[in-house]
Structure formats: structure tokens, C-alpha cells
């Protein structure tokens, strides 16, 4: 029998991490490496390798369904391809990230078992792939490239209480030892990042320190209705980056937090992160 998998939500950041500590991040121009400065202690990608061995440790999941806030659609959408593209979804940046490569397979069957479940009402699409705001975090959790990945969307249809409810649909999920795994962001917005600043704005830190204390209470329902908490609207000023936690939290119910990467960069964006079922 499978061993139940773990729900994780990760705070994926710039693309830029998935060169940080690299041989590849050697290779750029000075000013080039200025863009992965938030990154140069090292924190964020040890603990997201010390994060990705953990989960190891509890039982080798057999397939990954990814929720990433960079597939976004109308409509609920799941990938069946048995090789899904890597998707370079992001612009302006150096060569060097163009060459990151994850050649992770795809898993038809859990696709097609996600198309089966009650209440998904998913539709098959395999036009997307496995975009970066997946493959920038899992290059350092689990640089083998050797766990199947489902991508599985953001539908921009749902209010945020029904993608808490799918994400429920999901956990069944777990029992057959599938990881549910959402990337996105508590704080995100690009309008106002600030290549300058290291760290975090003093609202942005209020706003993702008040969702990562409600998640480790499990106030589910408040953290649903979000946009009622202050500075919501600087946050979170579009819904898909945060999209992808309510997934996970409705997929992860009654299940404590560990919280990891608990740190803000750019000004406007959160790399807070969280594990649920750790055994």
C-alpha cells in the first residue's frame, strides 16, 4: 500500500534561483550575477535541497501534481503527456537560465486519474508543460529530475473557497502516494520589485509573516478570504500567484505546517514556504 505523500507549497521567487549556488551562475557577467544578489547567502537553496531530502526520507513519492501559478486558465486543466516540455515562461533574463534544463517525464496515468475524480470536472491539455515556476525550485529539491510530474492548473474561474474545495479533491491523492505540490508566491507583486532590496518592504513582511501564522493555526478560512487582510491589495494585487496555496491548504486539511524559506527579497515578493504531512 502507498505511503501517504506529503502536500507541499512553495515560494518560488525570481527564475533567477534556479541558477543561484550553480556551477552555471560562475558563467555570468558580473552585472548579470546582480540579479541573483537576493540569493548570494545561499539560505534559500539550502533549504530548499534540505527540504526536497526530507520529503525523500519519507517515502519516495510515486508522481508529483503541480500546481504552478504560471498555468493559469479558464477552466481546470491537466496535463496526460508522458513527455511534457520544459516551458521558458519568462523573459529578459540571461542565456544562461535558457539553458537550465529538467527533463522530467510525465505520468499519463495520474493525469487520467485526475480527469476520473469526482467533482474535478478537469479537461486534458497538453499544450503547456512544465513551466518554470516549477522547475526553478525543483532543480534544487530534486535535482534528479527522476519524480514523474503532472502539471495541473490554476482555474482563473473559481473564487478562492472552491479552489480551497478542489484542492480537497485532490488530497485522495496523497493516500496513493502522490505529492500535490503548489508554486507561487504569499507576496507578489512585480510592479513594485526592487532589484536593489535584499529583503522585503516592511508591509510585504506584515502580510506574508500574518498568512504563514494563520496557515500554522490552520485558519483555513481566513487565509481564504485574504483579500479582507490588510495590504492585500499590495501583496496580492492578481490572484495567480497566491492561487496555488489554497490548492494546497484544502489538499492538505488537518495537517500541521513546517515552514521553510521564510524570508522576503525583491521588496515585493515572499519565498515563505510550507510542508504538510512530514512524517
Known amino acids: 500500500m502507498a505511503h501517504k505523500a506529503p502536500a507541499v507549497f512553495i515560494g518560488h521567487g525570481s527564475p533567477m534561483l534556479a541558477l543561484a549556488n550553480t556551477e552555471a551562475?560562475?558563467?555570468?557577467?558580473?552585472?548579470?550575477?546582480?540579479?541573483?544578489?537576493?540569493?548570494?547567502?545561499?539560505?534559500?537553496?539550502?533549504?530548499?535541497?534540505?527540504?526536497?531530502?526530507?520529503?525523500?526520507?519519507?517515502?519516495?513519492?510515486?508522481?508529483?501534481?503541480?500546481?504552478?501559478?504560471?498555468?493559469?486558465?479558464?477552466?481546470?486543466?491537466?496535463?496526460?503527456?508522458?513527455?511534457?516540455?520544459q516551458v521558458y515562461d519568462m523573459y529578459g533574463f540571461p542565456e544562461e537560465l535558457y539553458r537550465v534544463e529538467y527533463p522530467v517525464a510525465g505520468f499519463p496515468e495520474l493525469g487520467q486519474r485526475v480527469l476520473d475524480l469526482d467533482g474535478v470536472n478537469a479537461r486534458e491539455d497538453n499544450t503547456w508543460g512544465i513551466d518554470h515556476g516549477i522547475w526553478s525550485v525543483l532543480v534544487h529539491?530534486?535535482?534528479?529530475?527522476?519524480?514523474?510530474?503532472?502539471?495541473?492548473?490554476?482555474?482563473?474561474?473559481?473564487?478562492?473557497?472552491?479552489?480551497?474545495?478542489?484542492?480537497?479533491?485532490?488530497?485522495?491523492?496523497?493516500?496513493?502516494?502522490?505529492?500535490?505540490?503548489?508554486?507561487?508566491?504569499?507576496?507578489?507583486?512585480?510592479?513594485?520589485t526592487d532589484w536593489r532590496n535584499m529583503k522585503g518592504t516592511e508591509v510585504a513582511d506584515s502580510f506574508s509573516d500574518t498568512v504563514r501564522d494563520l496557515v500554522l493555526l490552520r485558519d483555513d478560512e481566513a487565509v481564504i478570504n485574504y483579500q479582507k487582510l490588510d495590504s492585500a491589495s499590495y501583496a496580492a494585487p492578481t490572484p495567480d500567484h497566491f492561487a496555488p496555496l489554497l490548492y494546497i491548504l484544502g489538499a492538505s486539511r488537518g495537517d500541521q505546517a513546517t515552514v521553510f524559506n521564510d524570508v522576503r527579497n525583491l521588496g515585493s515578493m515572499s519565498m515563505t514556504s510550507f510542508a504538510f504531512g512530514l512524517e
Open 25 to 85: 551562475e560562475k558563467r555570468l557577467a558580473p552585472s548579470e550575477r546582480a540579479l541573483n544578489a537576493c540569493y548570494e547567502d545561499g539560505a534559500a537553496t539550502s533549504e530548499l535541497h534540505a527540504m526536497g531530502e526530507k520529503l525523500l526520507a519519507g517515502g519516495r513519492p510515486k508522481a508529483i501534481l503541480a500546481v504552478s501559478a504560471h498555468w493559469y486558465t479558464p477552466g481546470t486543466r491537466v496535463q496526460t503527456s508522458e513527455d511534457p516540455r
Open 141 to 192: 529539491m530534486f535535482p534528479k529530475a527522476d519524480i514523474p510530474i503532472v502539471e495541473f492548473s490554476v482555474d482563473q474561474n473559481l473564487t478562492p473557497a472552491q479552489m480551497y474545495d478542489l484542492g480537497e479533491k485532490l488530497a485522495t491523492l496523497r493516500d496513493e502516494g502522490i505529492m500535490v505540490l503548489g508554486s507561487g508566491n504569499v507576496v507578489h507583486n512585480l510592479a513594485l
